[in-house]
Nanobody, 119 residues
Framework: QVQLVESGGGLVQPGGSLRLSCAAS????????MAWYRQAPGKQRELVAA???????NYGDSLKGRFTISRDNTKNIWYLQVNSLEPEDTAVYYC?????????????WGQGTQVTVSS
């Protein structure tokens, strides 16, 4: 059974940083497309960042600069570094992985990890 498990969320003060991790298990192939999404209360889920197998990065509108996605090319693990956190960043953060691309037949989501930015 395929599982994507996020870790690294929690309560952070404004201006702080954190690093989210996503690890995939139960698959025998490499995930070529990896991404992070987030969903704040009362809002739609939005793309935060995505990265391809050749390390091409894509970021959601106005998010590039504080968010950095990276991946371990030897494993199905990817990360989201977030700096200068703001209360507006409070959301459930989800990882997503696709064997060929996001939204294809082999497309998987994690259960989400809560990030709360508050003093």
């Amino acid at each position: 059974q395929v599982q994507l498990v996020e870790s690294g969320g929690g309560l952070v003060q404004p201006g702080g940083s954190l690093r989210l991790s996503c690890a995939a298990s139960g698959i025998t192939f490499r995930l070529n497309a990896m991404a992070w999404y987030r969903q704040a209360p009362g809002k739609q889920r939005e793309l935060v960042a995505a990265i391809t197998s050749d390390d091409v990065e894509n970021y959601g509108d106005s998010l590039k600069g504080r968010f950095t996605i990276s991946r371990d090319n030897t494993k199905n693990i990817w990360y989201l570094q977030v700096n200068s956190l703001e209360p507006e960043d409070t959301a459930v953060y989800y990882c997503r992985g696709g064997r060929d691309y996001l939204g294809g037949t082999y497309d998987y989501w994690g259960q989400g990890t809560q990030v709360t930015v508050s003093s």
